[in-house]
């Protein structure tokens, strides 16, 4: 699940930065608030790497995703982009666990294979 999980969100620090350049454009926006809230949400995409099997991980990436949609009231795209990342982000929980799962039986399978040729 690291894998998949910390390549999701690898992606989204990219496109969150990417995001703010174009947010940049708008004269609504000061470019302080703009890199402040960017540079928190590419912050927590890259600490969220190290911490998505750890208690709350995956929690506090699904409120990535629901911050990145609602960014889409800053830069429209980000709702299809965001929308899209926590696609991918409930993919990456669901299917990693199914693969760190069969990766488990099968260390379970070989160690008790191994048990039985020692015996």
Do not use: Y
């Amino acid at each position: 699940m690291r894998t998949l999980c910390a390549s999701t969100l690898l992606g989204e620090f990219f496109v969150v930065g990417f995001a703010g350049l174009v947010a940049m454009k708008d004269p609504a926006l000061s470019m302080t608030t703009v890199w402040t809230v960017c540079g928190a949400a590419m912050l927590l995409s890259l600490l969220l790497c190290g911490m998505v099997t750890r208690p709350g991980g995956v929690q506090l990436g699904w409120l990535l995703q629901i911050a990145l949609i609602a960014s889409g009231f800053a830069v429209p795209a980000m709702f299809f982009l965001g929308a899209a990342f926590a696609a991918l982000w409930w993919c990456s929980v669901h299917f990693g666990r199914k693969v760190d799962e069969a990766k488990a039986a099968h260390a379970a399978a070989s160690g008790a294979r191994a048990d039985a040729d020692a015996g």
